[in-house]
């Protein structure tokens, strides 16, 4: 088992140390909520893998798959249930190379998102109440505009506006809910 893992990061140091185009890389952000009117957030965890699969002489272009995991409460529900929010998005982005600071990367991204919420609510009146459990899933779209900044060739941190839109059926008719759910993202990660 032991012998697995040191081969393993060997193969992993050999590829990363070698390559003359490092075309992945993986983020590590804290998403700061900023609250859509309903909730309030708070983050909890945001994590990226970028493929870049095309490169002009200004642009880098490729395809990413984000996850982010954020907490929620009500502010006008005396009760404090649990609300988890799972969002997944696919993007394609663009992330540019500016000649007279090459360090710092000017990116834009937009795709699909995927929002996975599990909430508690009360159930029934006065004494003879119950705590209830639902699930619901919802398709949206989101768009990404920010920053990095290269300490080295593999090393950097970021910063980004994260636009999220997601579009619910409505409980009351047959209409489409449209919810944002905004985020500030701070963070850092490594190119392999």
């Known amino acids: 088992m032991k012998t697995n893992r040191i081969f393993f990061l060997l193969i992993f140091i ?3 140390s070698f390559s003359q185009d490092k075309k992945f890389s993986f983020e590590i952000n804290y998403p700061l909520a900023i609250s ?4 309030n957030f708070t983050g909890i965890a945001d994590a990226n893998i970028k493929y870049r699969f095309a490169e002009g002489e200004l642009f880098k272009y490729g395809a990413s798959l984000t996850f982010d995991y954020l907490k929620a409460n009500l502010p006008f529900n005396s009760e ?8 997944y998005h696919i993007n394609g982005f663009a992330e540019m190379t500016i000649p007279s600071a090459e360090r710092i990367h000017p990116f834009v991204g937009a795709g699909f998102t995927y929002v996975s919420y599990e909430y508690e609510y009360i159930r029934g009146v006065n004494g003879f109440s119950t705590i209830e459990t639902k699930k619901e899933r919802d398709p949206g779209f989101n768009l990404k505009l920010g920053i990095q900044y290269d300490f ?5 941190i970021q910063s980004y ?3 999220i839109r997601s579009l619910r059926k409505s409980e009351f008719d047959d209409g489409i809910i449209g919810i944002n759910y905004n985020q500030v993202k701070f963070g850092i990660g490594l190119r392999f």
Not at 80 to 87: E, H, K, M
Not at 152 to 156: E, I, K, P, V, Y
Request: hydrophobic content about 40%; charged content about 15%; cysteine-free.
């Open 152 to 156: 080295t060739s593999n090393l950097f």
């Open 80 to 87: 404090d249930l649990a609300r988890d929010y799972f969002f």
């Open 161 to 163: 506006f994260h636009y």
């Open 36 to 39: 859509n009117g309903i909730e």
């Open 14 to 16: 050999s590829i990363t």
